[in-house]
């Protein structure tokens, strides 16, 4: 279930993630917040000028949804959708329109909230904000909805958290709650869409924060009836923040992404049974890659890890550990080299971003890091994130209380802006974590062998980094860590910046080496599909996103159809069955763990 501000976020950010589960035959349900109704002008370079009509464009772009949804699924993209209206909260109603199409399933639903208010704000924003605003929803040219509804703050959080209980999904999609600090000059900035201050559109933010709010009512409501904690993973996905940075798809996997925009962008000339246009065609033909702002060409996740977490057992057995239903769990392989993990443990410390990174002591205790929601207020309340540790007492057992660690930014609103946390245990006991923080450096905080935590500090700057960072030790005990800059891959040795490394698109993975840098880092180029490495040759092992890595080496990570693949001792392996994955998948003592659609961990031992 993927939840999105405009007609076409999910087109342009979510993908491909949408179409490989859509092709493992997951069923999907997209929810648009907004008519996307704008000025009501849907015109190319070229056509005569029309009079703005946004009841008529907002019905073109969610015909334009149809028919990139229908080619998805392979069906012609005129195919007829079943329309319907389906009760909210509230007693409010939505557009509801279904395609099953060869045993598989997809799902729009249409709230149609409007994009400005009556002084022309943007409404998204404001109703996030404002304790009174109300808004009435658009009706859109075409739909069987022909009655406006109202919605406030309250209002939109409970129908989104309605939807949820509804459909009941297992894997869920979400813009970025908290974008990145972005200071452009006013006429960029207005150029470019993007809000003050940061580097995304503000409706993003804001469906994304309602979204989340949603989230955390939706466990809440749950488990005030008795339930157990709903059963999903979450992740988040950039928006505009993929224009200011190096891009990450290769270009056969561009083509397929740009190419699902071609049938929502859609053409004046198609006859497709909608009299209010057959799609945004400001978005269709070649537009997508000739665009300069590049939306298409990356896509990023908020919080890039390799997971879930994993540890071996004292008994030989796998723990992996991931954030199901905004909480921590733990699952237990059913024994040694089975692959298959039993019911989640629940470890708490809700609501948590969807990244956890851990650190094994020496004496084989699994410490776990997160990022907590720690408030989600809105309407002029706190909005905060901070790092959290959960402990284990001893290996294999249970865990300590929840400990919060703070953060490295003063303020509610930096605060937002922390990554993912990566921690790794040196061979003196001592236990360091790092954090990209707000000014896109690095800082990190440092644990003693005696478990005292020292002050968080920042690494010596070395240019805006990406997220995703990798930590190592080296075989003399040294600290490594790695980060993709805007620039270069940038890299800190025991806290001392290192000579940069050649520009990647996204985060590199590492292992020890021989020689003075003490370590052997592959990465793929910005739009590249071929590996490169630092040292000697690197495999044949063509793909994109995140990379893991083990000595050897061996290489995990997905190939251009986003299929798990394994390199290891010479040979690659390709993951061709069991549950569609989520995500990235992390290499573990020889075998691929990862999370599958079915919100429960697998295990790959080729």
């Known amino acids: 279930m993927q939840f999105a501000a405009h007609p076409d976020d999910d087109l342009y950010f979510m993908n491909p993630d949408t179409q490989r589960l859509l092709d493992a035959g997951v069923p999907l349900v997209s929810v648009y917040v907004t008519a996307g109704e704008h000025t009501g002008k849907n015109w190319i370079k070229g056509m005569p000028a029309t009079p703005p009509d946004r009841a008529a464009y907002s019905s073109a772009r969610h015909q334009g949804l149809r028919q990139a949804y229908a080619e998805a699924l392979g069906a012609d993209r005129f195919i007829r959708w079943q329309k319907r209206i389906i009760t909210l909260a509230g007693g409010r109603r939505a557009e509801a329109d279904v395609l099953v199409h060869d045993g598989r399933r997809v799902e729009l639903v249409f709230l149609n909230l409007p994009m400005h208010t009556s002084r022309r704000s943007m409404a998204l924003p404001a109703l996030w904000e404002d304790r009174a605003l109300e808004l009435r929803t658009h009706l859109s040219a075409d739909s069987p909805v022909t009655r406006s509804d109202g919605y406030d703050h ?48 503000g409706d993003h933010t804001a469906v994304a924060s309602f979204t989340w709010a949603a989230l955390l009512r939706r466990v809440a409501d749950a488990t005030a009836a008795g339930e157990p904690v709903p059963a999903f993973t979450t992740t988040a996905f950039r928006g505009y923040y993929n224009r200011h940075w190096p891009k990450n798809l290769p270009p056969g996997v561009l083509a397929e992404k740009a190419a699902h925009l071609v049938p929502y962008g859609g053409d004046p000339s198609w006859e497709c049974g909608n009299p209010s246009g057959c799609g945004d065609y400001g978005v269709g033909g070649d537009r997508p890659l000739t665009n300069r702002k590049g939306w298409v060409r990356a896509t990023h996740y908020r919080w890039p890890a390799p997971g879930p977490a994993v540890a071996t057992e004292p008994d030989g057995r796998l723990a992996a550990y991931g954030v199901l239903g905004l909480r921590a769990v733990r699952w237990h392989e059913t024994a040694p080299g089975s692959g298959r993990f039993g019911a989640p443990e629940d470890l708490g410390g809700g609501p948590l971003a969807p990244a956890l990174g851990r650190a094994v002591l020496r004496d084989g205790r699994v410490l776990l890091f997160g990022v907590r929601f720690a408030a989600v207020a809105g309407r002029g309340g706190p909005n905060r994130r901070e790092l959290v540790l959960l402990e284990q007492r001893s290996p294999g057992g249970p865990f300590l209380a929840w400990r919060g660690l703070g953060s490295p930014e003063r303020g509610d609103d930096r605060s937002r802006r922390i990554g993912a946390p990566v921690a790794v245990a040196a061979p003196d006991g001592r236990v360091h974590l790092f954090v990209r923080d707000a000014d896109k450096g690095v800082s990190t905080r440092v644990r003693a062998a005696d478990g005292a935590w020292g002050p968080w500090r920042a690494l010596p700057a070395q240019g805006e980094l990406q997220d995703g960072l990798t930590a190592l030790i080296d075989a003399t005990g040294r600290v490594h860590l790695l980060a993709a800059g805007r620039e270069a891959v940038r890299h800190w040795i025991d806290g001392s910046p290192a000579a940069p490394l050649p520009l990647a698109g996204d985060p590199v993975a590492a292992v020890p080496a021989p020689g003075p840098d003490g370590v052997r880092v592959f ?14 040759t690197a495999p044949a092992f063509a793909g994109y996103g995140l990379l893991s890595a083990a000595p050897g080496p061996a290489l995990l990570g997905r190939d251009e159809l986003h299929r798990v693949q394994l390199h290891r001792a010479g040979r690659l392996h390709t993951r061709t069955g069991g549950p569609a994955p989520v995500g990235d998948a992390v290499l573990h003592e020889g075998a691929a763990v990862g999370l599958g659609a079915d919100a429960r961990p697998w295990a790959w031992r080729p």
Do not use: C, F, N
């Open 523 to 536: 990465y793929r180029r910005p739009a590249e599909a071929r590996l490169r490495t630092t040292t000697g």
């Open 154 to 201: 309250d209002g939109l959080t409970e129908v989104l958290a309605g939807l949820l209980a509804r459909y009941r999904p297992t894997v869920v999609h979400t813009l970025d709650p908290d974008p990145d600090i972005q200071h452009s000059d006013e006429a960029t900035r207005k150029r470019d869409s993007e809000q003050p201050g940061y580097s995304d559109h």
